[in-house]
């Protein structure tokens, strides 16, 4: 059914059908809503960033929208996101105004051109014309399909398994989901890290081809939510030309994000200018990392699809949306830096200090910084950092690597543009060394820092690996990360979890390498276990007097005491005590009971 008749400037409505397939009424179609993170951005506004791939039904069709691992920062949502749609201003279109070269959008012809730059553009048969400054030729839409970087692009099928932290013993039901990539040299293939996180088979199919290859997942980045593959089978790479890397963009630069988004089964292509380039917050790797703002149109199943400039070159691929409702097409593309660190070596780095701004002239006195000093005060180091050796809470970090830092935590990015100084340690590798100038006690010191990837005390990932327990009496331990509270308490585990593990994910610092948070899963009701049964996710503090360092220790020494009882100090001054003898010999029991194949996950066994 066509829309109905609308004035110019106006957005179209449309008919909203029933179950059956009749028109109920009209107005804007509703977009199946995906699980959010919240960021705050200036005052008081909340705006939730989204990524979600699409996740398909037992016959292929889509279902629902696939929520991916964030957290209160970062985590809760997958692939790309929901984006309503945004409204279009006709009045602006003409004939006569300039087409962009491969998006076919009409521009804004301005008083005073840039000058001309030579550009490498596309026929309709995909050759390459090379023009001087002085002539230059436009593609029109329609030959945006022969462009030789089209056939690059990649549907990625992929079946996952995720893991049960409930029931840590076993898997959740397996579901598949659809997303995008694309081809680049070495016979590898890029796509995100959520598009293929706990994946148990991922296949993929060309444009135009109707075969599945088998992929082989070779690396995955899960901080800058990027993964590579490779296809064994030789017929894969046959007649196909690898996408070239381009520059970071700029303001206002043309842009084309090519993927398979829901709505459809063949390739679809959106256009759109950088709208913004700053460090983002990641969703799926709870990072900040460099990120790059678009206008153009990214839905569920663009991610880990390519946006290209005008020339074909790819400048960042398709991971993520945001989803407000005074928001209407903000898009996010990872950028040509973060891909190319990745491909180098795809590990995040970086020591992780927190820091306080040093915008108060009474602050910057005090601590005896002269007018001409600027930087940002150090509030605290992680302890298993290599910097904790030489960094100390209340040094003022001046400069790093040979750049001033500024008061307000950024540092020269290009002409005109500033950026968090954290983008310069996002680009270094781990085991590099970084020259920092800071202010100490009045004086100036410099160090060389070796940089070290972050030790969480609360991992924000488990990089797909089964989650660890341990079963005595009936008592589940394990170990608490973010996909563990999200598993317990649903999106919003930031607010409904408990205050004291809360407290442990957002303020505690890892105190040695292998320190973990261990808790009481939950209780499988026995006699042994009488009036413990209401004992849930409670941080387990001491062993017979003995503090916990990790679940491995636990298990360890509670499967070597000898003594009569086993004593379990836990938060709130709560206590659990079991005869050993009869605890030991009523596991085997319980476990019978729930069909538990081992008392103990497979990791913790050697």
């Not at 039904?57 to 984006?83: F, H, I, Y």
């Not at 050796?389 to 001033?404: M, N, P, T, V």
């Not at 006690?441 to 030790?455: C, M, P």
């Not at 797909?464 to 649903?490: C, H, N, Q």
Request: charged share 25%.
């Amino acid at each position: 059914m066509d829309p109905a008749p609308r004035k110019r400037g106006r957005p179209p409505k449309y008919p909203k059908l029933a179950n059956n397939g009749s028109v109920v009424s009209t107005g804007k179609p509703k977009i199946p809503k995906s699980p959010k993170a919240a960021i705050a951005v200036d005052d008081d506004e909340k705006v939730d960033l989204v990524a979600g791939v699409i996740r398909t039904g037992k016959r292929g069709r889509p279902r629902k929208l696939l929520g991916a691992p964030t957290n209160a920062l970062s985590q809760n949502g997958s692939a790309d996101g929901v984006v309503a749609a945004g409204k279009q201003d006709n009045k602006w279109l003409h004939k006569n105004r300039p087409l962009d070269a491969l998006s076919g959008k009409h521009h804004l012809r301005s008083k005073s051109p840039p000058p001309k730059s030579p550009k490498t553009l596309y026929s309709a048969k995909g050759d390459a014309l090379r023009h001087s400054s002085h002539e230059e030729h436009v593609v029109q839409v329609d030959d945006v399909k022969d462009a030789p970087f089209m056939d690059a692009v990649v549907k990625v099928f992929c079946v996952h398994t995720e893991p049960n932290f409930s029931l840590p013993w076993q898997r959740k039901r397996q579901f598949s989901s659809n997303s995008s990539g694309f081809i680049i040299s070495g016979r590898r293939v890029l796509t995100n890290a959520h598009s293929v996180e706990h994946h148990t088979q991922v296949k993929v199919k060309k444009r135009g081809s109707d075969t599945k290859h088998l992929a082989t997942v070779l690396a995955i980045g899960t901080e800058c939510d990027i993964a590579m593959l490779t296809v064994s089978d030789d017929e894969f790479w046959e007649g196909v030309i690898p996408v070239e890397f381009g520059d970071l963009p700029r303001l206002q630069d043309a842009v084309t994000v090519v993927g398979y988004p829901i709505g459809g089964d063949t390739i679809s292509v959106t256009s759109g200018v950088v709208s913004r380039i700053e460090v983002t917050s990641y969703v799926h790797g709870s990072t900040e990392l460099l990120g790059v703002q678009i206008d153009a149109a990214i839905n569920s199943g663009n991610s880990g699809g390519p946006a290209f400039n005008d020339r074909g070159q790819c400048v960042g691929i398709a991971f993520q949306s945001l989803k407000h409702e005074d928001a209407e097409n903000i898009g996010y593309v990872i950028p040509t830096p973060v891909i190319n660190h990745f491909i180098s070596d795809y590990e995040q780095t970086g020591d992780y200090t927190e820091w306080q701004k040093m915008e108060n002239p009474d602050l910057r006195k005090a601590v005896g910084m002269e007018p001409s000093q600027k930087g940002v005060r150090i509030r605290r180091v992680e302890p298993t950092a290599p910097a904790a050796k030489s960094l100390l809470s209340g040094d003022i970090i001046l400069s790093f690597d040979g750049i001033d830092i500024a008061n307000d935590g950024t540092v020269p990015f290009r002409l005109g543009e500033r950026i968090g100084f954290s983008y310069l340690v996002s680009k270094k590798f781990t085991g590099e060394q970084a020259k920092i100038n800071i202010l100490r006690d009045r004086s100036l010191e410099k160090f060389d820092i070796k940089l070290a990837t972050h030790k969480r005390l609360v991992p924000v990932h488990i990089k797909g690996k089964p989650p660890s327990y341990y079963i005595v009496a009936g008592i589940v331990f394990t170990a608490v990360s973010v996909p563990y509270l999200r598993s317990e308490y649903g999106k919003d585990y930031d607010f409904d979890a408990p205050v004291k593990l809360l407290d442990k994910l957002l303020h505690s610092m890892a105190q040695t390498e292998n320190e973990q948070l261990v808790v009481v899963s939950q209780v499988l009701v026995a006699d042994i276990n009488i009036g413990y049964e209401e004992i849930v996710n409670t941080q387990v503090l001491a062993f017979n007097g003995t503090p916990i360092q990790n679940l491995k220790h636990l298990a360890t020494m509670v499967e070597s005491c000898e003594d009569e009882f086993l004593r379990f100090e836990l938060e709130y001054q709560q206590v659990v005590v079991l005869e050993t003898k009869t605890a030991k010999a009523a596991t085997h029991e319980i476990l019978a009971t729930h069909c538990i194949p081992s008392a103990v996950s497979n990791d913790l066994k050697n």
